[in-house]
């Protein structure tokens, strides 16, 4: 067994804190990461507390993993030590269900091996990117490219292919408005991937000091969702909207800001999705929800992002002070997104 160490939650009332535990020995068609930096996900908090279901602790979170590969096994072919390369919310799936064969691993028939608070198909508990080393059948590593910040890379493992993958899967593109709800670790990244795929980009928050930065990063426009005029003005107008607020909100405001034949896509997780029919109906609306993306698109995400220099826009942070970042990026005090340097572990 390999000794790793890492920063763990032993339960959902404690703060993380150092934690030596065992990777599994390098398979035949394993390879293992030294990890140097890890992205800070609003899930990993809600999984460490058991908002959405118990947890498997101890815990140690993190699904947005770069680092530079160590060993390989002896049937692994693409990949070699020393190569940079990241991981991310899945390392497993059953690899022949109708899904996985499609390149959508990430609704996997059978049930998909999540990165961290997972159990593998073995029933042994997966283990995170807080961590100093992890070890990934081959299938699920994914190629990371040296022309771009390796540290700001590491965000596109979640929440760059959470906003890529609806995007390309509904065609959003040149001559579509986008309206993208919340300016957060999502919403950023779906500002920036909507502007590069050619859409007239307009970020709807609560908050008017936000709109300068919302511009900055290419937004087209900016609404104050909480300024009745501005709202009114764009009833009817957008194509899409992208939705990555997780706090509960009303629906069906942002439902009316949907043109004919509109879909609105959600990323976040609110508690719940309350739309009145009527909503729907007269205009013949959509709500439609995606999750992240498969290996495949994931890796084409990567290759995008290479070839238009797109990253996220972070703060680095030392893993001890991983307690406080939870506590401001539930303030919303973080542009966009907390990395760890995992060398501080």
Known sequence: MIQAKAYAAQSPETDLAPWNFERREVGAHDVQIEIQFCGVCHSDLHQIKNDWFPGIF???????????????????????????????????????????????????????????????????????????TIVVREEFVLHISEKLDFAATAPLLCAGITTYSPLRHWKVGKGHKL????????????????????????VLSTSASKEEAAKQLGAHHFVVTKDAAQVEAVKGTFDFILDT?????????????????????????????????????????????????????????LDFCAEHNIVSDIEMIDIKDITNAYERMEKGDVRYRFVIDIATL
């Open 179 to 202: 309206a993208v709800v919340g300016l957060g670790g999502l919403g950023h990244m779906g500002v920036k991937f909507g502007v590069a795929f050619g859409a007239e980009v307009t």
């Open 58 to 132: 101890p815990m140690v979170p993190g699904h947005e993993i770069v680092g530079r590969i160590t060993k390989v096994g002896d049937h692994v072919k693409n990949f070699e030590v020393g190569q940079l390369a990241g991981v991310g919310c899945l390392v497993d799936s059953c690899q022949v269900c109708e899904n996985c064969k499609n390149d959508l691993e990430q609704y996997c028939l059978d049930g998909n091996t999540q990165t961290y608070n997972n159990l593998d198909r073995q029933g042994v508990p997966t283990y995170g990117g807080y961590s100093n």
């Open 245 to 301: 607020v997780s706090a509960d909100h009303d629906m069906n405001m942002y439902v009316s800001l949907l043109k004919t034949d509109g879909t609105l896509i959600g990323v976040g997780v609110p508690s719940q999705y309350a739309v009145h029919p009527f909503a729907l109906l007269g205009g013949r609306k959509s709500i439609a929800g995606s999750g992240i993306g498969g290996i495949k698109e994931t890796q084409e995400m």
